[in-house]
């Protein structure tokens, strides 16, 4: 810095010396050049001229360096000063101390004792010489030793008054080298003061900003003195209700209510007294008394002797989790959209209502799907679909009675099951045949959405119980056999079941005879469909069977899975598309894409004795590793025989075995049991990913299972993934793993491992 410099002083000095002599000498100069020209002394004018001309030179030479415009100012004094000697006498001789000094000041000691040596040899020179007359009182002229006195006297106050001059710019410039660096470390100290109060601004606005609630309150020795609030953030003011005034000062526990839990408190409280922190969920009240829960961890803060000063407060707002926790344990008995009982609750009531036997009234169940309904969905959106869903259901309500059950299936299929109607079949039939008529009439009233007129109508199946040997599956199979024949009537019909639709089971029969055929003649193969993570990379890929007729008919897997489980074929396919999926591992293994391999595994085929044996057998021969399967299982897996499907799990996942929950949320599970099974994944059913993120009933329910995977540990698999919205939904909330034709549709293995050839840059990821 210039103020610190000794050179920039020495500049300024010098600068402004030279202006001073140059208008100095300028106006002392031109009236000495004209006197003494006037009296004849024309060598002083000749000296003077010179010395002014050079000076003003070199005043106006600003390009020259600094050292070489001192020196010649230096040269010109010592000029002025051996010229004024030889002109004017002796005593001119103190014109030669100015260099020396004024060196010692512009330039440094040893440019100084340089050009003091340099003015005291001209001296001498000059005095023996005889061109200068050098005497001292008492001393013979015209002898060595006058001009020697006269020499030493110059140098003894010329050395004096150079080293004074020097050492006081030593001094000088010491002095400014200490302030240079007092300056440098103010400078390094304001830095850093400046970093660290930044980082405190940083710091306090990003707490004050954070999502997650922030609590600090002075901490009081006194047990019986409540510790007061020193700083809330922002989370806390917005979830609150309350200002930064009203809660600072006040209590710790100034957010408790009636039904914050004593016993927790009790444990903060303890805590608190051994200095411990302590992480407790909450329930806490807004400034309107609105409760909600909090997951909060309480920290001691001790300051540098160890003394604990305060306590620190960070919570986080969990009521949407506790909410989410309860909405899935409800997803085991109610459908979400429409708070009807689902399918769980439906055929459990069912079963009870079978065990009554011959001897309880008689009951009919209705299956009733509403007609034309995708074109609703198509035509208006699927939010429009949801609320005349709603009002579906509403209507079915209200016309059941308190002994009956109306349930969703899935859809826009209700299920109705009439209890206690007239004995005899006559009578049970014309009520519940009456009943259906009222149901349709009331479906066919119009419906009013959002301003909206929309018609609808409904195809009715009805099938009476109790009867010899009916089962569950019989009574909803048979309601929808009958809800077919109303369908294929015209729709908007109802029709009561009979013998004479064994057309139906007929048909079936043939798919299962054919089916049967189909794996011996090669007509079944697996298709492979992947799932990829939030950056579309692979993770797996789940085998889907296909069946392609010799005459190139396809028939579809809603088709011909349902006519295998009902025959039993399903176990033999099941083995089959097991080998093959281990097979199809091998083969990606070996073009280097060794991808997790998912497979479909009935509750047929999972409830055989040997099933167990007969995967170890499979792994065996074929040499897959078993840690990259994943077996997909229903929820109806776990109905019947609980204790003895989760200890073959186990049993299976010592071999290597991973399990998913196949279309998890709308089978029949307890959620309770899902921690006694050693689950790997769950699977989101389409049904609920084809709402999202439009429908918040949909969402909610992703969100919850999300959320309840998260917490179990378990990975998630989203199925029917079809949009981009959907696939930035799942990806913003926890990012499971994704199927659906959005990123690929099932297809043979051959084109798979060509389409992972073609993506080989996104590496897959194993999982």
Not at 79 to 105: D, E, R, Y
Not at 236 to 261: A, I
Not at 459 to 477: E, H, K, Y
Not at 613 to 619: E, G, N, P, S
Request: aromatic fraction near 6%; charge should be negative; glycine fraction near 8%.
């Amino acid at each position: 810095m210039p103020f610190n410099d000794i050179a920039h002083w020495r500049n300024q000095i010098f600068t402004l010396l030279l202006s001073i002599v140059a208008v100095l000498g300028t106006i002392a100069a031109l009236p000495s050049i004209a006197i003494t020209l006037y009296i004849g002394r024309w060598n002083i004018a000749v000296v003077d001229a010179i010395a002014l001309a050079w000076i003003l030179v070199l005043w106006r030479a600003r390009g020259l360096s600094y050292r070489a415009r001192v020196l010649n100012f230096l040269a010109i004094l010592y000029f002025i000063g051996v010229a004024m000697i030889l002109t004017a006498g002796p005593i001119s001789q103190a014109f030669l101390l100015a260099p020396p000094v004024l060196a010692a000041v512009l330039l440094g000691t040893w440019p100084a004792l340089l050009t003091l040596t340099l003015s005291g040899a001209t001296i001498g020179v000059l005095g023996l010489t005889g061109l200068s007359s050098l005497y001292v009182n008492g001393i013979p002229g015209h002898d060595v030793l006058p001009s020697l006195a006269v020499v030493l006297n110059y140098l003894c106050i010329g050395l004096l008054l150079t080293l004074t001059c020097s050492a006081m710019l030593q001094r000088l410039s010491r002095s400014l080298a200490d302030l240079r660096t007092f300056a440098g470390s103010l400078e390094d100290g304001r830095s850093a003061l400046q970093a660290a109060n930044g980082e405190l601004r940083l710091t306090a606005a990003a707490v004050a900003r954070l999502n997650d609630m922030v609590m600090i309150a002075k901490a009081n020795p006194l047990p019986s003195v409540e510790q007061p609030i020193v700083f809330v953030n922002d989370a806390l003011l917005r979830r609150s209700g309350y200002t930064r005034e009203q809660m600072l000062g006040q209590s710790m526990r100034m957010l408790h209510g009636p039904e914050t839990d004593h016993r927790e408190v009790a444990r903060v409280i303890h805590a608190m007294h051994t200095l411990e922190p302590v992480t407790v969920e909450l329930v806490n009240y807004t400034r309107a008394g609105e409760p909600f829960w909090v997951e909060m961890e309480l920290v001691p803060f001790a300051d540098e002797e160890g003394v604990n000063t305060h306590w620190v407060l960070v919570g986080r707002d969990v009521t949407e989790r506790r909410k989410a926790a309860d909405a899935i344990h409800q997803l085991a008995f109610y459908d979400v959209l429409t708070g009807l009982p689902n399918r769980r609750l439906l055929m459990d009531r069912m079963q009870q209502q079978l065990d009554t036997g011959a001897a309880a009234p008689h009951a009919a169940v209705m299956f009733i799907d509403l007609d034309h309904f995708k074109n609703v969905n198509d035509a208006r959106g699927h939010a429009t679909g949801d609320l005349l869903l709603r009002a579906a259901a509403q209507r079915l309500a209200q016309l059941a009675g308190t002994t009956d059950t109306v349930a969703r299936l899935g859809g826009d299929e209700f299920v109705m099951l009439l209890a206690g109607l007239d004995t005899g079949d006559a009578e049970a039939a014309h009520g519940a045949l009456a009943m259906a008529a009222r149901v349709r009439a009331a479906l066919a009233q119009p419906f009013d959405i959002g301003g909206q007129c929309y018609q609808s109508s409904a195809s009715i199946g009805v099938t009476l119980l109790p009867r010899a040997g009916q089962t569950v599956d019989d009574l909803l199979r048979e309601a929808d056999i009958a809800m077919y024949r109303a369908k294929a009537g015209g729709r908007n019909g109802v029709a009561l079941f009979e013998d004479t639709m064994r057309a139906e089971v007929e048909r079936r029969l043939t798919i299962e005879r054919d089916l049967g055929q189909a794996l011996e003649n090669g007509e079944l193969q697996m298709h492979v469909q992947l799932q990829v993570d939030r950056d579309e990379r692979p993770v797996g890929a789940e085998l889907l069977m296909r069946w392609r007729r010799a005459d190139g008919t396809s028939i579809p897997p809603d088709v011909f899975i349902p006519a295998a489980e009902a025959s039993g074929l399903i176990v033999k396919l099941g083995y089959w598309a097991l080998r093959q999926a281990c097979l199809a591992w091998l083969r990606l293994s070996a073009a280097g894409h060794a991808l997790p391999l998912s497979v479909n595994v009935s509750p047929s085929q999972f409830r055989e004795p040997d099933f167990v044996a007969q995967v170890r057998t499979i792994l065996h021969e074929t040499g897959a590793p078993a840690a990259q399967l994943i077996f997909e299982v229903t929820e109806g897996l776990l109905i019947e025989n609980l204790d003895d499907t989760i200890a073959r799990m186990h049993e299976l996942a010592l071999l290597g075995i991973r399990f998913s929950i196949d279309d998890f949320g709308t089978g029949y599970s307890n959620l309770a049991y899902l921690k006694r099974m050693p689950l790997y994944e769950l699977k989101i059913d389409r049904s609920f990913i084809h709402d999202t993120p439009g429908d918040a009933n949909g969402t909610a329910i992703v969100q919850s299972i999300l959320a309840m995977a998260a917490h179990l540990g378990l990975r998630v698999v989203a199925e029917g993934v079809e949009t981009q919205d959907q696939a930035a939904f799942l990806a913003a909330h926890g990012g499971p793993g994704m199927q659906g034709y959005l990123f690929a549709r099932p297809m043979p293995l051959q084109d798979m491992l060509a389409l992972l050839e073609r993506t080989a840059p996104h590496a897959a990821v194993v999982a």
